[in-house]
């Protein structure tokens, strides 16, 4: 059974930045999507970012390109979310995503995802 386990966030300000790691624990090679949704109260899920399984192509949100990047350690099996510029608008519960199937496509939509992380609290504090 594999477990997302992330970690990383935490109270910063405006401007300032956070980076957040995703570790697949039980997961024993990389060939797997990986993605970063959030959730802001009173508000539903929102993709944030992905990466393909091959980690060629990245996908992001118009909300955060140019000031979020996701990366990869194949090594640790472990996705990071680097946030840059932070805005209190980024406030949110953030949650690490992926697929059961290897080579799979990640969706956009919380809908289709077939395992989360427990969720990690980024709050931007203006």
């Known amino acids: 059974q594999v477990q997302l386990v992330e970690s990383g966030g935490g109270l910063v300000q405006a401007g300032g930045s956070l980076r957040l790691s995703c570790a697949a624990a039980?997961?024993?090679?990389?060939?797997?999507?990986w993605g970063w949704f959030r959730q802001a109260p009173g508000r539903d899920r929102e993709f944030v970012a992905s990466?393909?399984?091959?980690?060629?192509?990245?996908y992001y949100a118009d909300s955060v390109k140019g000031r979020f990047t996701i990366s990869r350690d194949n090594a640790k099996i472990t996705v990071y979310l680097q946030m840059n510029s932070l805005k209190p608008e980024d406030t949110a519960v953030y949650y690490c995503?992926?697929?059961?199937?290897?080579?799979?496509?990640?969706?956009?939509?919380?809908?289709?995802?077939?395992?989360w992380g427990q969720g990690t609290l980024v709050t931007v504090s203006s």
């Open positions: 039980g997961r024993t090679f990389s060939s797997y999507p």
């Open positions: 995503a992926s697929s059961s199937r290897p080579y799979a496509i990640l969706p956009t939509t919380p809908r289709g995802i077939e395992l």
């Open positions: 990466r393909s399984w091959s980690g060629v192509s990245t």
